[in-house]
């Protein structure tokens, strides 16, 4: 029969050992659910060399816009970060700026309706998703970025509900893999960008907000809003080209 010193000696090992296991166990866990944190800088866009439209519009960022972050565990195992940071609202404010002939952006607490504008505009983000190479079994990170646009007149009568599908993939065997996942970011930033030139006067029928073209019956008798979910304005993407520029 064993003696009780033997039998505490044992029982001091296994618990030795078994704490051992468990941190072990826990750190290759942790270490499987590594990741990465991605953070945009500010992306820009080429001038559009398209005439302004000739309205006043002021434009309001909600906080989860103009500071968007997106977390996600991928197949259990990574665990990424994704920061947009500011760059929505940058963006978008480089585009409007680029399609009205004035163009201001304005606080939470500013009420659209005492300001001597034409129409105001509200963007917000819908959904968030991407791919990494381990899920579509290929060397492409890729994003998929839902936005919705809103807009209104300046009596806040909304005229326009207007979603846009965007989205961009980046290569891993041109870039890094943090590097490739926000490329690709940026690129389907950019793609809605493009929509929104080509698009969002034929979407939503903003110019007819304009002082100097709305006729009499606009200022007196607000329109119905215009959902366009569904719609074949919804969606236009683009992808990455291997020699895309840097100029993000």
């Known amino acids: 029969m064993a003696s009780i010193g033997h039998l505490r000696e044992r029982g ?46 002021a434009a309001r960022y909600p906080e989860n816009f103009a500071h968007f972050v997106h977390e996600e565990v991928v197949i259990g195992k990574e665990k990424w970060s994704i920061d947009l940071g500011r760059a ?43 791919s990494v190479p381990s899920q579509s079994q290929t060397e492409e990170f890729a994003v998929w970025i839902r936005y919705r646009i809103k807009i209104f007149d300046n009596q806040g009568n909304q005229i326009a509900n ?57 200022l007196t008798d607000p329109q119905p809003a215009i959902d366009l979910t569904g719609e074949k304005f919804m969606q236009y993407t683009a992808t990455e080209e291997p020699t895309d520029d840097s100029g993000i």
């Open 12 to 57: 001091t090992l296994m618990s030795t050992q078994l704490r051992a296991f468990a941190i072990a166990a826990l750190a290759a866990t942790l270490g499987a659910c590594g990741g990465s944190q991605v953070k945009l800088s500010d992306p820009t866009i080429p001038e559009p060399l398209i005439d302004k439209l000739p309205l006043s519009v």
């Open 88 to 130: 929505n609202e940058l963006l978008f404010s480089q585009l409007f700026g680029s399609m009205f002939t004035d163009y201001k952006v304005i606080q939470q607490d500013t009420d659209p309706r005492d300001l001597a504008i034409d129409a105001y505009i509200e963007p917000t983000i819908d959904a968030f998703e991407f």
């Open 162 to 218: 207007w979603p846009i599908s965007a989205y961009g993939k980046s290569l891993t065997t041109t870039f890094g893999s943090d590097e490739a996942l926000r490329r690709a970011a940026v690129l389907a930033m950019r793609d809605a960008a493009a929509l929104v030139i080509l698009q969002m006067d034929k979407a939503t029928g903003i110019s007819k907000l304009s002082a100097a073209t709305r006729g009499p019956e606009l």
